[in-house]
């Protein structure tokens, strides 16, 4: 009686190992939840060109074509890590549409960003008071989600995206 | 270079602690040397931190981690701190601190040559094992592979006094129980007297009283930084913090207890270990990131595992240890129906109760998102729910605990309590029926003048008053008991008789909070050093001539794009009032008020507390 009594703090060391590294190996990360958007329609926005502000995009623009759309800001050094791979993506993928939201940024700093770093957008739009990435569920800079043709999302990633996430996840869904 | 010196003496550190766990078995030596190569592990330690604090202060940003965590904007004070505002540097603290709790261990007197050697090794081995993890998975000695004259700046909600502090204070009551574990698992090995008894208590309540000012800082820093108006969330790493705080309180009050007792040997033994175990596994969820909370750091998975190993080995080594060497069996425990061993033991099993409740609700969510892949979250409803009701009766107790007998049933001077119970009861039921009643605030309020009444007739009819030294360590533990009376208090009336007011305002504009008259002056922005601010000035009480001028507003940090919230709070010895400057929409500015009774009561019992632990650490 007393020995199980001794060995239960085991046990319970034992689960609570067990569960602890089950969940770090699945890879889970709490602080990026899953994007309950996943597989639902894009939602709907309306967002003007960083360059012309008379030239608006919709959510029925994007219809019919596959899109990448991309939060990014000049101020997100992350953003700044992932911007040369979105070259890559155009040059790969030319039919992919790629969407820029500039959010939160000052327009003179993101023009300057993309003309130092080059513009790999089809069209950047402005998301200066965030109600876009609001919509969008964006946690946090960058975000990158795809969308199909069908207007659906069908990939979500947080955070800056890396050359074994292009190719792994990424490429598999174009 | 700095990195360079602080990266080889932290490895040369781990190496000879390495050595000295080997000699265990292989290379034996004698004490004096042994001693002599512990301090000068420690001392290699001290410098290894030392320099990488220099790196910080000269803002050293060939250095990968002052790169990421520092600017050379910052003033002083949160350079220092930036040291250990990061993972990596908080780790390489951690170790530094259970190097000196080894350093000073070194130089206690008056115990057996083997046994202190033994628990140095033990520190040793841990030290290795800590050491490890910080070169393979989190140095903070990187070099900064591209050349650069600018740092990327601390977290901004770090950069606060009170949270510059907080960490060191914390880890030394976390790494503090180290040498209570090692003392433990010594204890069992050699198997000897009952001397180490007395050494682990000294070392216990040190930790104890150290862990208490570090969460009530990091507690007091959230009552005025998060601008949410509490100061418990049951966040996750509060959580973690409290589970050794009440497993070490446990422990103290059995290593009390043997004084009049030899049978409690084998539970203070498993609460030694618990309560390191508790603190390893705290590090372990808050480094691993497996847990979000306002202390996350950026995960990674490897330094997870690593750290998941090292709470494998040294919780599985301690109670392994436990399991195969148990303490010889002693003299049954004399259990009454109310004496202090029986008052004692159940508290001890009130308080593991409680441990065990919030470890479940800490680590819940993981085992759900295992099994059914969904994320939930257990916050304040269930730990209100089952943690309070848990410590009631054990704080009930605690009332009379310190005058019951050892060897008898009696109560001396019962009357007197029966009647200072029932007057109380009066007294709180017709406060109680006067303003709002409510259930909570009832058996709070209750407890806590109980407990605090009850101290006061122990410690008049019991001793003869004197003022002297003497006098306050033999009144000590009716002290402590004080103190956590008015913390009850405190705690009950901020939570339950909180009150909260809402307001859109102009500048200019006058309103009403308290009966008083309150003014919103004026905005303000003003740029700092390294952040703006922004403030709403609030004059209190305008129609007295000594008004009283509360700021509160939001600190932009431009370097790292980051909005604080600054409350303004007005103490007063019986409430604080507490001002949070909200969005501005329409022009007018949305100002929150909220009233919270008696706040100060809980920073003063926790002071009365750690006053109470330290006198504690002096007493044998």
Known sequence: ???????????????????????????????????????????????????????????????????????????????????????????????????????????????????????????????SDGLIALEFGVFGLPETYLINEDGKIIYKFMGPITMDILKNEIEPLL | MSSLVGFFSLVFAIGINFYLFLSRYIFKFQKQKFNLFIRFSSLLTLLSFFSLMYAYVVSDFSNYNVFQNSHSNKPLIYKISGTWGNHEGSMLLWLCILSIFSLFFSFTRNIEDNFQKLTLIIQAFLHTLFGLFIVFTSNPFLVNSILVNEGLGLNPILQDPGLAVHPPILYAGYVGYSIVFSIAIAGLFQNTDDEWIYVAKKWSLISWTFLTGGIALGSYWAYYELGWGGWWFWDPVENISLMPWIAGLALVHSLMMVRGEQAIKKWIVFLSILCFSLSVFGTFLVRSGILTSVHSFAADASRGIFILLIFFIVTGFGFLVFLLKEPKKSNALNLLFINKVSALVINNILMIIATLTILLGTIYPIIIEVLYNKRISVGGPYFNATVIPIMVPGFLLMSIAPILSWQTNKIRNSKKYVLGFITLSILVLIQSYFLDFNTWGFVGLLLGFWIVLASIIAIFSSYKIKINIKFFKIINPHVAHIGVGIAIIGITCSSVFQNELDFNLNEGDKFNVNGKTVLFEKIEIINETNFQSLRGKFLFDIEKNQSKEIEAGKNYYPVSKMITSEAGILHQWNKDIYFILGDQKNNEWFVKVLINPFVSFIWLGVIIMMYSGLIAVSRR
């Open chain 1, 1 to 127: 009686m007393n020995r199980i009594f001794i060995l239960t703090p085991l046990i319970v060391l034992l689960i609570i190992c067990i569960f602890s590294l089950v969940y770090l190996l699945s890879g889970k990360d709490p602080n990026k939840p899953p994007s309950a958007l996943l597989n639902k329609d894009v939602p709907i926005f309306e967002s003007s060109s960083l360059y012309n502000a008379k030239d608006i995009i919709k959510t029925k623009d994007i219809k019919n074509k596959k899109t990448l759309i991309n939060f990014f800001a000049s101020w997100c050094s992350p953003c700044k890590i992932e911007h040369p791979l979105f070259f890559e993506i155009r040059k790969k993928y030319p039919e992919l549409y790629l969407l820029g939201f500039n959010h939160k940024d000052p327009t003179s700093d993101a023009k300057k960003y993309l003309k130092d770093d080059g513009n790999p957008y089809d069209f950047v739009g402005v998301d």
